[in-house]
């Protein structure tokens, strides 16, 4: 009996000494920077611990706005003005910011996203990812509830997203003044407009999708 | 004085990385000329003609629909958003990354 226990001690220590010792190597080789996404363990460990954190009474609670195209539209407006920035209006990720996180932003259409329950998604959504990008977005109130759970009908329409839609949130993704203006310069003259008087200023860009 | 010159130092030493980075999109406005291939020929605003390829990563809207090269036709306005890259022989050769059309 003892000998079992203090094989199971032994065990233990071990596998704590081994991760010690990678995530040490990792942090030795890396230090803080984000300019490298997370190794496969770090990822597969992280998702684990994530899906441990999560109460399971949140985790199995059920999405109360039912499944609707007014309900995805909500979502998908409320998408593109909050989580474009870092998720992408497709979902991919695909952002200056997203790209620059570690752990990256996840391609959001993809299972690792798709096969989190209503009550995950919606959970990380209300109370962030601690040493991630995600904030936490629950505000408290019954109406943040609701856009969050909005929020999770459009998450699971966006391996369906289509062009129009995400031509659509473009619209809607925050916008700088310049930039206003320039969409606005751009409509008038294809609707058959006079030409801008100053030549089109060059566009900065980073680049990204969607 | 050490540390005004330390200052200076990462002064000169950023600088140059934050202001030579890449990025910048020129935007075209004008009429199609025609299209050939690959090639697309533009009428600016200003009276010139500029060439800027199409290729299967640009994205051609008209309004928010879909469209093919084949789709864009000479005659109409057209706005393209573009970059520069250069071919093989080092010559820049703009490139449409957006192109927007009459809806």
Same mark, same amino acid.
């Given at each position: /009996?003892?000998?079992?226990? @203090?094989?199971?001690?032994?065990?233990? #220590?071990?596998?704590?000494?081994?991760?010690?010792?990678?995530?040490?190597?990792?942090f030795?080789?890396?230090?803080?920077?984000?300019k490298?996404?997370?190794?496969? #363990?770090?990822?597969?460990?992280?998702?684990? #611990?994530?899906?441990?954190?999560?109460?399971?009474?949140?985790?199995e609670?059920?999405?109360?706005?039912?499944?609707?195209?007014?309900?995805i +539209?909500?979502? *998908?407006?409320?998408?593109?003005?909050?989580?474009?920035?870092?998720?992408? !209006?497709?979902?991919?990720?695909?952002?200056? /910011?997203?790209?620059? *996180?570690?752990?990256?932003?996840?391609? /959001?259409?993809?299972?690792?996203?798709? !096969? #989190?329950?209503?009550?995950?998604? @919606?959970?990380?959504?209300? !109370?962030?990812?601690?040493?991630?990008? *995600?904030p936490?977005?629950?505000?408290?109130?019954?109406?943040?509830?609701?856009? !969050?759970?909005r929020?999770?009908? @459009?998450?699971?329409?966006?391996?369906?997203?289509?062009?129009?839609?995400?031509?659509?949130?473009?619209?809607?993704?925050?916008k700088?003044?310049?930039?206003?203006?320039?969409?606005?310069?751009?409509?008038? @003259?294809?609707?058959g407009?006079?030409?801008?008087?100053?030549?089109?200023?060059?566009?900065?860009?980073?680049?990204? +999708?969607? | 004085?050490k540390? &005004?010159?330390?200052?200076?130092?990462? &002064?000169?030493?950023?600088?140059?990385? &934050?202001?030579?980075?890449?990025?910048?999109?020129?935007?075209?406005?004008?009429? %199609?000329?025609?299209?050939?291939?690959?090639?697309?020929? =533009?009428?600016?605003?200003?009276?010139?003609? $500029?060439?800027?390829? %199409?290729?299967?990563?640009?994205?051609?809207l008209?309004? %928010?629909?879909?469209?093919?090269a084949?789709?864009?036709?000479?005659?109409?306005?057209? =706005? %393209? &958003?573009?970059?520069? $890259?250069?071919?093989?022989?080092?010559?820049?050769?703009?490139?449409?990354?957006?192109?927007r059309?009459?809806?």
């Amino acid at each position: /009996m003892l000998r079992t226990a @203090f094989r199971v001690v032994v065990g233990l #220590l071990a596998i704590v000494g081994a991760i010690a010792v990678v995530g040490g190597a990792s942090f030795a080789a890396r230090g803080i920077s984000a300019k490298t996404p997370p190794g496969r #363990l770090e990822t597969v460990m992280a998702r684990r #611990l994530r899906s441990r954190a999560i109460p399971r009474a949140a985790r199995e609670q059920q999405n109360p706005i039912p499944a609707s195209a007014d309900a995805i +539209k909500g979502g *998908m407006e409320h998408f593109a003005d909050h989580c474009a920035v870092c998720h992408a !209006n497709d979902g991919s990720g695909d952002t200056e /910011m997203g790209r620059g *996180m570690s752990p990256r932003a996840p391609d /959001m259409r993809q299972a690792a996203t798709q !096969n #989190l329950t209503d009550g995950e998604l @919606f959970y990380i959504i209300e !109370n962030g990812v601690r040493l991630t990008g *995600m904030p936490a977005w629950g505000g408290g109130s019954e109406h943040d509830a609701d856009d !969050n759970w909005r929020l999770v009908r @459009f998450i699971r329409h966006l391996p369906k997203v289509t062009q129009p839609e995400i031509e659509t949130m473009k619209g809607l993704n925050p916008k700088s003044p310049e930039e206003y203006r320039q969409d606005e310069e751009t409509h008038r @003259f294809l609707q058959g407009g006079a030409a801008p008087k100053t030549p089109p200023p060059h566009q900065h860009t980073h680049g990204g +999708k969607g | 004085m050490k540390r &005004v010159s330390a200052a200076l130092f990462l &002064v000169f030493a950023i600088a140059p990385r &934050v202001l030579a980075h890449e990025g910048h999109l020129h935007k075209l406005m004008g009429t %199609v000329a025609a299209i050939h291939g690959e090639r697309l020929q =533009v009428t600016t605003t200003t009276g010139e003609t $500029s060439e800027v390829v %199409v290729n299967d990563k640009t994205r051609i809207l008209r309004g %928010v629909t879909a469209q093919k090269a084949a789709d864009i036709k000479p005659g109409e306005r057209i =706005v %393209v &958003v573009m970059n520069e $890259s250069k071919n093989q022989a080092g010559k820049a050769l703009p490139t449409a990354k957006e192109i927007r059309l009459r809806k």
